[in-house]
């Protein structure tokens, strides 16, 4: 249904590219796709899990947890981007025609990735996750340059051989299953499958997580797989990098939890995936220190921080108890918020002075005090300060590593951890501080502080959890942890 | 597989594992893509021979898919590419075609040997079957590594998609019908963007040799 809407706002936006067209669509098509989604989410979390079509499309806790995130961030970034594409156009950097292609790829990849939410079966779910990759390919070359080129044809081919693993990962489980459910479509439902799970062919099973954990694990950027994402972070327009890292890598990140759960059940154990996934979370993590530390490209520094944050999900969901999963989570949703609303305003920021280069950018505070006053909020929303939401969340994952007797690895986690939030510190108050150039237009109006809101909700979700958002959490952990 | 003959099918499999070995051997991209295309004709006549055999109409259907999506659509979408580019040669840089031919015999042993554990199959006929399909994943792989242009690395690419399509035929008989033309459509979506992209590159670096694309780092 928003699946629909989605695809129907992509055709319309190749009608025209007038700015009053592409603003009125959009705001349509955005209206649309919150109302039903969020139906579909209220539906879901009432209900426990909510159908269409029978069954067709299916959703359960952990499907509209991933759902909310794509609907609040595409609403957010497709808001901002209209600002942000006609400035652009504006500067004589895009050709007007060129937006109604923008838009279309957006809502294209909006589709898809509600395609791989929506659906309970894993084959078409590698089928969506394949579109995603499509879908952001020319947005990320969006510019046509040549480093835009590089980084596009990077991503594509990088994206492309880790997706076949993963297919072939699914052909191995289809091999597993079809035995027990028959060959058709239902072998690989994520339903039907925990019910024959502890009967199929170990080795098979074996291999296809194997094959899936490196496929998958190149979408969601895990090291040593992660080469593609900072360059296509990088050089695609600032909302197609909020949209990337902040939805993106949590449907690739969706997709092996989905492996997860259902391995959980087979004679493999719970530990076989879970250790794997732990594994890539330390790499990543430990991995990035440096790389952050050294960055002088902000939108590089982000991306980095992006494959760092994929790591404490892994390492908490690989974790596998009801604490460390719950954390995981909440994370996955606040981090989602905060890199969405970074990327934004870092996005304006670069817009405003022309390069990507931190060292080039001083003073923002006399000269854009509203926008300096966001990128504090993101930056220790991002690094994970108390009072903000994902200091709770990065607590209780990383509270779930000394229970589950790993006190070095938890020291290691920590460790990482502050040295990022040293890096971060560095780079962003000297950016925020020091003399600005005079090239900078100042002033800007306080309407700028909107863009705030995502930082916001993550800093009320410190202080308190609503009872509603925490039943829903407990429902997701339920899924993962039980199955379906 | 009831209906096809052990005979027929080794037949078939040398053809795949031949086609194979020549794109690695191949110095001109033109000829790589010609043994690509008799290769994805091969696989799509093995499925429709295994369709009509069964009588199972799904199987032929996408036989039939096959042999017009991938094996005549794609070949004509890449000749364009090369003409425009006048891309001949394929690019060897760490190793030379006879090298590559040697390390290919390699990986093809290694095919073999990984494949052994899930020999669980029932004819023999599937077991050379599977490690041709994991051979020519690796072949893939390899063409990718060793080769430094864009189109090369494509069919690099297509290599291990056809390698993987073959894997699944023989350890499932067939995916889903919904999934297999998923996968279809993915890659042939794919592949126009992958020409769109060509055209950028070739206007921003008049060549296709990815070498030169080495700004983006740290």
């Known amino acids: 249904m928003f699946i629909g809407v989605a695809v129907i706002a992509a055709v319309g936006m190749l009608v025209s590219a007038k700015d009053t067209y592409l603003k009125l669509l959009n705001s349509v098509a955005l209206v649309l796709l919150t109302l039903s989604g969020g139906w579909t989410i209220r539906q879901t979390f009432t209900q426990g899990s909510y159908q269409y079509g029978q069954g067709i499309l299916y959703w359960d806790a952990l499907s509209a947890l991933l759902l909310s995130v794509i609907v609040i961030i595409a609403v957010y970034v497709i808001l901002f981007s209209l600002a942000y594409m006609e400035k652009e156009v504006h500067e004589k950097k895009l050709p007007r025609t060129r937006l109604k292609w923008y838009y279309f790829w957006i809502w294209i990849f909006i589709a898809t990735m509600l395609l791989v939410v929506s659906t309970p079966n894993l084959g078409v779910m590698w089928v969506g996750i394949e579109g995603t990759t499509l879908a952001t390919t020319l947005l990320v070359g969006f510019y046509r340059n040549k480093k835009a080129v590089e980084a596009a044809w990077k991503y594509l081919i990088l994206c492309t051989v880790g997706i076949s693993f993963a297919l072939l990962g699914t052909m191995l489980l289809f091999a597993a299953a079809a035995p027990h459910l028959g060959q058709s479509l239902i072998a690989l439902d994520w339903r039907m499958l925990p019910k024959v799970a502890n009967q199929l062919d170990l080795n098979l099973v074996r291999l296809g997580v194997l094959f899936t954990l490196v496929g998958y694990g190149a979408k969601v950027g895990f090291v040593p797989m992660h080469a593609w994402l900072p360059d296509a972070h990088s050089q695609a327009p600032s909302p197609v990098s909020a949209l990337l890292s902040a939805v993106l890598l949590n449907c690739a990140l969706y997709a092996i939890l989905r492996w997860y759960s259902l391995t959980r059940l087979t ?218 | 597989m009831s209906g096809i003959s052990e005979n027929w099918l080794n037949l078939v499999l040398l053809v795949l594992l031949a086609s194979g070995l020549s794109i690695v051997y191949s110095s001109r991209v033109e000829k790589a893509l010609n043994w690509w295309t008799v290769q994805t004709v091969a696989v799509s006549l093995l499925i429709l021979a295994q369709g009509i055999y069964q009588n199972e109409l799904e199987v032929i259907f996408v036989g039939i898919l096959l042999l017009i999506g991938k094996a005549g659509v794609i070949p004509i979408l890449l000749r364009r590419v090369l003409k425009e580019s006048k891309t001949e040669w394929v690019g060897e840089i760490y190793l030379k075609r006879a090298s590559s031919l040697v390390v290919a015999g390699g990986l093809t042993i290694i095919a073999y040997d990984v494949t052994k554990p899930l020999m669980a199959l029932p004819q023999s006929g599937f077991r050379n079957g599977l490690a041709v399909a994991i051979a020519l994943i690796f072949f893939g792989l390899l063409l990718m590594m060793i080769r430094k242009v864009a189109i090369v690395q494509v069919l690099g690419i297509l290599l291990i998609d056809n390698g993987i399509f073959l894997a699944g035929f023989f350890l499932t008989q067939g995916m889903p019908l919904l999934v297999e033309m998923g996968s279809m459509f993915d890659i042939l979506v794919g592949i126009v963007i992958i020409v769109i992209l060509s055209k950028q590159m070739l206007e921003n670096y008049d060549s296709l040799n990815v070498d030169h694309m080495r700004s983006l780092k740290g």
């Open chain 1, 267 to 484: 004679a493999l154990g719970p530990d076989f995936m879970g250790k794997i996934l732990m594994s890539f979370g330390f790499l990543s993590l430990a991995l990035m220190v440096g790389f952050i530390l050294m960055q002088k490209d902000v939108k590089r520094l982000l991306a980095y921080s992006s494959v760092e944050h994929m790591g404490i999900l892994a390492i908490g969901f690989g974790l596998g108890t009801k604490e460390a999963v719950w954390g995981a989570s909440l994370h996955l949703l606040l981090h989602g918020l905060t890199k969405a609303n970074l990327f934004v305003i870092i996005g304006s920021l670069v817009q405003k002075t022309g390069t990507r280069q931190m060292p080039r950018m001083r003073g923002i505070f006399k000269v854009w005090p509203y926008t300096g006053i966001i990128m504090v909020l993101g930056l220790l929303g991002i690094t994970g300060t108390p009072p903000f939401g994902t200091f709770r969340s990065e607590l209780s994952i990383l509270a779930g590593l000394y229970k589950m007797d790993h006190p070095l690895l938890g020291f290691l986690a920590l460790l990482c951890l502050t040295l990022i939030f040293a890096g971060f510190l560095y780079h962003f108050l000297q950016m925020l501080f020091g003399k600005p150039r005079e090239s900078y237009q100042a002033g800007e109006s306080v309407s700028t502080l909107v863009l705030a809101a995502p930082i916001l909700v993550v800093l009320v979700l410190g202080l308190f959890i609503p009872q509603s958002l925490n039943q829903a959490l407990n429902q997701v952990v339920k899924v993962i942890l039980g199955g379906v």
